[in-house]
């Protein structure tokens, strides 16, 4: 064979961290990089996060206990870790967690036919222990920008916890109620006692969780969710 007849091998450029790109170039970029590599495009700019310190990931394995233990009792929904998000033009980050509803049940987002979720989940959950100005800023932005309705940010050294909740299309802090207990507004009997939470009491935070999902409201929320056919999560 010829040098002419030979098929040309398409070579991908890297990702750099700082670049400016739209999402399919860098989705086809990030799927011909390295299986180790981490990276986010956020508002158009590629960022590549760095390796992540133990405080985040036992605080990642308490809060996936938390909402699979919500998932459990709330049929349907759907709250995978660190799974890419295709969130339009300039956005594919990957959360620490989410929760979303199905497209089927009534939901925002959808899996694609590459299995990606596409479209805003109704909660995205970030862990910020390094990274928090950023997920404070061009993250929550594009967070907001998107169309997902409620954003957890839990903050460690210092220990802070900000939820935030969509307002006519803008992001403003929910309260917690007077016992310190912050409740869900998207996704009813969904309750988080920071004090819990941050002193790894895995049982308090449960039981503060276990009384969310005994209220009538999260009762509700089953019983809409049930005749659009979800499966068991």
Not at 177 to 189: H, L
Request: charged share 25%.
């Amino acid at each position: 064979m010829s040098t002419a007849e030979r098929p040309e091998v398409r070579v991908l450029p890297p990702l750099v961290s700082g670049q400016r790109l739209d999402q399919p170039t860098f989705h086809e970029r990030y799927a011909a990089m390295p299986p180790e590599t981490r990276a986010e495009l956020v508002g158009g700019v590629v960022y590549m996060p760095s390796p992540l310190r133990d405080p985040h990931g036992e605080m990642d394995k308490d809060l996936s206990y938390w909402l699979g233990h919500y998932k459990r009792f709330t049929r349907g929904v759907r709250s995978p870790n660190n799974a890419t998000l295709k969130l339009g033009p300039k956005g594919e980050p990957q959360p620490d967690s989410q929760l979303r509803i199905p497209e089927e049940l009534g939901g925002q987002s959808h899996i694609d036919a590459g299995g990606y979720i596409t479209g805003p989940p109704e909660l995205v959950v970030e862990i910020g222990l390094s990274s928090r100005r950023f997920d404070l800023g061009p993250k929550k932005d594009d967070y907001e920008r998107a169309g997902v309705l409620e954003y957890l940010f839990v903050g460690i050294g210092p220990d802070e916890i900000r939820w935030f909740i969509r307002r006519d299309c803008r992001f403003v802090d929910m309260a917690p109620g007077p016992d310190g207990v912050y409740r869900s507004e998207v996704f009813p009997g969904l309750w988080l006692d920071p004090r819990a939470l941050f002193s790894g009491d895995l049982d308090g935070l449960i039981a503060v969780l276990e009384q969310g999902l005994a209220t009538p409201e999260h009762a509700a929320f089953v019983a809409r969710l049930a005749p659009a056919g979800g499966r068991r999560g």
